[in-house]
């Protein structure tokens, strides 16, 4: 629920609203799980739209918004570069694990 908080006290599109004409819209959670299930499976707009109960421009509004408040919310200190101590950590773990030299893969994989 912090993360969810964070991105509704960032962009109060997010927030639990009335409309114009007076009728409750859209939960935080409808609009924060429609942008998740985008980016997390890969999902179209077509994939969503059912799920959550949503028109898919407001879902592709949806995921502009979320990804915009992640990225200015978290981007200090999530989404930086690893420093070089962090890459010694990280290669260190990954040899442990018996995988060296997959720090360039982000999947693990390729």
Do not use: W
């Not at 409750?24 to 077509?46: D, F, I, N």
């Amino acid at each position: 629920m912090i993360f969810a908080n964070g991105i509704c006290n960032y962009d109060i599109y997010f927030v639990h609203k009335y409309d114009v004409v007076g009728v409750l819209g859209l939960l935080p959670e409808q609009k924060l799980t429609a942008a998740l299930r985008m980016l997390a499976y890969g999902a179209s707009v077509e994939q969503v739209d059912e799920i959550a109960r949503m028109g898919k421009s407001t879902i592709l509004e949806c995921l502009v918004r979320f990804c915009d408040a992640v990225e200015n919310l978290y981007k200090n200190e999530y989404l930086r570069k690893p420093t070089a101590k962090d890459l010694r950590r990280l290669v260190q773990k990954d040899e442990a694990r018996g995988v060296p030299g997959m720090i360039g893969s982000i999947d693990y994989i390729h």
